[in-house]
Every structure is written in C-alpha cells, then in structure tokens.
C-alpha cells in the first residue's frame, strides 16, 4: 500500500468512527426515551406467562382426568407445566376456581352461578363436550318390576330402590334433586348414597346397589365397561325434551344404535339421554397466554366427531353459562393471525401483546426524529466551528499587538495542523475548507503587518 492509499484508508476509517459516534449521540435521546417506554410496557403488560398453571380435573380414571392429561401434553410442548389438581368432580372444581386454589377447571352446565360467577372474574374459555345422564340398573330389577320390555324409563319407577347418585364435590346429587323434584320425588323417596364412581359401579354388579346415577363423558373407562355388562341396563329418558324445557342448561341427545358396538349392534336402538354441557373455566386473573393455550388445546382435544356429536361441533361457544373470555373465543371462532403458523408460541405471543405499544412507540418516535438530523447536523459542523473561537482570540491579539508575532503564527500553524486533521462527511467538506482559508486570511493579514512593521524603520 502507497502512502497516499494508506493516509486515505486512515481518514475513511476515522471519518466512519466520527459518523457513528456523530449517528449515536444524534439518535440517543429517542432511543433512550423509547427503549425506556418499551421496557416499561412490557413491565406492566407482562406479555409472557408464567412457566406453571394449575387445572382442576376429576377422580382418577374419570374423563375429567383423562382430559387433564391430555392438556398437559398439549402445553408441555410450550415448556407450560400444568399441576394437575384432583377432586371430586365439578362441584369440586368450581370450589377451586372460586377459591383460588386452581387456575382452569372443568365446571359441567348447572354448576355455576351466572352472576356471582362473572362478578367473582370467572370466565369461559368454552364448552368442550357433552357429559350425558346416565342411570345404570340391573337388568333383572326392570323384570322383577314387571316394567315393558324389562326396560325402566322413568324416574319414578327408582322410587324405593338404593339409588347412589356420586359424591357431594361432582355436582352430581344438586342435578339428581332437580330432575326428582320435577317427578313431585324427594331425595327420601329413594335411599340414596354418595359412593364414588368406581365403588358405585362394583356395588351395582355385586347387587349391593339397584342403580347408579353418573354424569360423564363417554369416554370414561367405568361408563364403557357398564354399557357392555349384560347384568347392567341403561335407563332411557323418553321425556327428555320436556326436561329440557324445564332444565335448559340440559340438551336432549341419543345414543345412536350400534355407536358401542357396531358389530354386535349395541345398543339395538337408539337411546334418549339428556346432557349437560361441560366447559373449560378459568379465573381473569390467570394469564391470558395461558387461557389462550388452553383455548388452542381445546380445538385439537375435543374437535373430533363423539358419541353425541359430529366434527366440529366442539369446543364450541354457543352453550356457555359465564361470558366467554376474548381468548377463547378468538380460538374457537376467530382466524389465527398469519404469524402464529410461522413463529414459535413465546414469539407469537409477545408480538400479539406488544404490537399496539410498538405501534403508539413508532408514532411517537416519528415527531421526535425530525430533531435527529438538525442534532447530526450540529455535532458534525461543531467540529469545526468550535475552532473559530480559537481564531477569534488569534484575531484579537492581532489587532491590539498584545502578543509577538512569532507567537500568533505558532498558534496558527497550530490551528492549521488541527484543521487538516478534521475529518468530516464531504456533504459539510465546504465549511473544513471555510476554516482553512480563514486562518489563511489571518496568517496572510500577520505577515503583512510584520512586513509593513520590518520596512518602516527601514524608510
């Protein structure tokens, strides 16, 4: 590399070090001021949600607890761990919800308290299935009653017999009373127990019960295994649309025939049942990610066609008791935004909870960087005229003799060494040359007065 070729790679790269700082000082007031708004928004926004969540489900072995599971796979893959909480059922679950005790639970339709429920902050994230009534009896109770078919169809024929309608905690007894009151029943009427469902269901095939009253999905193990006991019969409801009526967090629905069984065409017809609506609640104070995870999860756990419905049916938003949190219904009717299908859960999320503040930031930031380039404009012309006061000084001592001119030439040469060592962008070179002729101008005006000083003692 000639000299020359290295004195202009030196001045490039000290001229791109002295726009950067110059760029820097210039934009840092409003990079300050927003990265200091931005940080915080997201304090007080908090976009990310905690790393556990707790979700009330059911016994061991009941839907509610195979769902459970289910959940916490679906937000394992966001590195969400979800405690799962048991109880008794959805009383149980409620009770949680109501006393802070859990963050999401499955409530069945009947349970909640509309008013009391939404004013407490529990919201819906929407209803996931349908959990029939089903009332279990031994099959040679309908005969020894001398009922058509060897069929009960009707509550009042329980009247007398040892009926177990589940523990207190499911929610289970509250409904029971309800659907016995319209049949001008009491709880008296029937001896009545609160054994659990897997105990109700060994009692029932050991005779130590004549029916068994459970409300759960089908894809319960214990439902599965009484439907296909021949020493077990299921009670249609041939009034069930009058119960509906009556009833209306209840839905009429049949058990089609041969859904069980097909090859054994199990059942042999179509069985009227009536059903609640179980739905996924959750506390306003959980975080929304999080209800918004368990809204995602909901569509792929509980979308498939059942028993009692087809495709899509659920999770739905139609049947919900409390109102429907924005999350939920955004992921069972809304379209996901075009960057969830390309950026992981975390990102997606903080843009989603962000987006509106970035948008106030960069409308705000749009006014204040009209200052920038006037402030880039200073600091770049200040590293030259903050050399004109120095000259101004040379100037005065010029014109009032208060120094020796061999004295003001030094500070010139000075001057003139410090100017040649300025490097500015070629846009602002006009002004680095300014400078230069005007120490120029006074140097020339200095020697002209030491020439005039040299000859007049001469003439």
Request: aromatic fraction near 8%; hydrophobic fraction near 45%.
């Amino acid at each position: 590399m000639t000299p020359i070729q290295q004195w202009h790679a030196t001045r490039s790269l000290r001229l791109l070090l002295q726009t950067l700082r110059d760029m820097m000082v210039s934009l840092g007031p409003s990079l300050l001021l927003g990265g200091g708004l931005l940080v915080a928004a997201y304090w007080w926004l908090d976009p990310q949600p905690p790393r556990q969540v707790r979700l009330a489900t059911g016994p061991a072995g009941s839907a509610y607890a195979g769902f459970g599971e289910g959940y916490a796979k679906a937000l394992a893959r966001e590195h969400i761990a979800v405690q799962l909480i048991a109880s008794e059922g959805a009383q149980d679950d409620l009770a949680h919800l109501r006393a802070g005790t859990a963050d999401v639970g499955f409530v069945r339709g009947g349970m909640a308290d509309p008013a009391a429920d939404t004013e407490a902050g529990i919201v819906s994230l929407g209803s996931l299935f349908y959990e029939p009534i089903w009332i279990f009896y031994r099959r040679d109770l309908g005969i020894a009653r001398r009922q058509p078919g060897g069929e009960l169809q009707r509550l009042g024929q329980l009247r007398g017999l040892r009926v177990n309608v589940d523990q207190d905690g499911s929610g289970v007894p509250q409904i029971v009373e309800k659907l016995l009151a319209l049949n001008q029943l009491k709880p008296s009427d029937l001896r009545l127990s609160n054994l659990a469902p897997d105990a109700a269901g060994a009692a029932l095939r050991q005779g130590q019960l004549d029916a068994a009253v459970l409300i759960s999905a089908p894809q319960s193990s214990l439902i599965r295994a009484l439907l296909r006991d021949p020493a077990i019969a299921l009670m249609g409801f041939e009034q069930n649309e009058a119960y509906s009526r009556h009833l209306p967090f209840l839905s009429t629905v049949t058990l089609p025939r041969g859904v069980v069984d097909m090859a054994a065409d199990f059942p042999p017809h179509d069985v009227p049942l009536l059903a609640t609506t179980t739905a996924l609640l959750s506390r306003e104070q959980t975080h929304p990610a999080l209800r918004q995870l368990f809204a995602q999860a909901a569509l792929g756990l509980h979308g498939e066609a059942g028993w009692f419905n087809g495709t899509r049916d659920f999770p739905n938003t139609r049947t919900s008791e409390l109102p429907v949190s924005a999350e939920g219904d955004r992921a069972i009717n809304g379209t996901p935004p075009a960057w969830a299908r390309y950026l992981p859960f975390w990102a997606g999320n903080l843009l989603e909870r962000m987006w509106l503040v970035v948008g106030g930031l960069l409308v705000l930031m749009l006014p204040l960087s009209r200052v920038v380039p006037p402030l880039y404009t200073f600091r770049v012309r200040s590293r030259v005229f903050r050399w004109y006061a120095r000259l101004r000084e040379v100037e005065a001592k010029l014109e009032t003799g208060t120094a020796e001119g061999d004295a003001l030439l030094n500070e010139l040469d000075e001057l003139d060494r410090v100017a040649h060592r300025i490097a500015v962008p070629l846009s602002y070179a006009d002004e680095l040359y300014t400078l230069r002729n005007n120490i120029y101008a006074v140097r020339k005006r200095l020697m002209a007065q030491r020439a005039r000083a040299t000859d007049g003692p001469t003439g």
